[in-house]
């Protein structure tokens, strides 16, 4: 029986040998994806960040009518919804889908959702969340490529009058241990309490165009910076599952080595008595 028994620990020792082998492996994967993903993050913020202080004070100044500032009378809501492309990520994917589900409250029926990553949409299919558009396969270091196509859809349907506000859900980088999830609203436009002196500045050639041009590229990098925060996230997030993963199986290895060394031990003890008792039996 004792025998039986080591076999069956010598197996599941192995078992978690491999597993360890490769949550190890995943781990340092992801530390090196968090580490070219958060460089570009931090370009991507010195750009949001130089780019919004522009779009403010140009929006703090302009009087005029805009499709981008205006209610469109739509009543249904849009969230463009960041998640991961693959899973062993720990809790990321949960944690934005809850926090839209919050924000968006009962009102499926005026609830659209655009699905940024492979398991957004399983989630919200399971949900019974009518989803718009699925964009999957983004690349582990985004680019402004793949915010400008997703910026052109959010612009065609919302100028088209199907959804009345644009809401981006995503989770930001604060560190490689801290990321929290942001309901950030897109459209329409907001202005700022303070308005700006608007005296000083003329629009050239119209101030429609420069001012829906300038809305549609501040949306542009907008995107972009949520993309490199939503990457960098998804990233630590994998990292720290699996350096988890990884101290469990430690930790589970040595209690099945204790657990191996007790019953060898009893083993070794009972073949002994049996020897000796053996040998007694024959004098």
Known sequence: MAGAGLITLKRRMKS??????????????????????????TKAQDYNSKYSAIFEE?????????????????????YVV???ESGLCGGYNVSVVSK???SAGKDKENTRILV??????GYFNRLRYETIAEYVEVPDIPTVKEADTIARHIFSIFKKGEV??????????VSSVKQDVEV?????VSRAESKGNNENISFEPSVSEIFNYIVEEYIKQKLYSNLTNAKSSEHASRMNAMDGATKNANELLDKLNLKYNRLRQSSITQEISEIVGGAEAQR
Not at 19 to 24: A, C, E, L, S
Not at 164 to 173: A, D, I, M, Q
Not at 184 to 188: A, D, H, R, S
């Open 100 to 102: 839209t589900v919050e």
């Open 58 to 78: 140009v929006l703090n100044n302009f009087d005029e009518k805009s499709i981008y500032t205006a209610n469109n009378g739509s009543s249904k809501k849009l």
């Open 184 to 188: 950030e609203k897109l459209l329409p």
């Open 116 to 121: 940024v990553g492979q398991k957004g949409r």
């Open 16 to 41: 978690v040998l491999n597993t360890r082998k490769i949550t190890k492996a995943m781990g340092l994967v992801a530390t090196s994806k968090l580490r070219k993903a958060r460089l570009a993050l």
């Open 82 to 84: 960041f998640t991961s």
């Open 164 to 173: 009345g506000e644009v809401y981006l859900v995503y989770t930001k980088f």
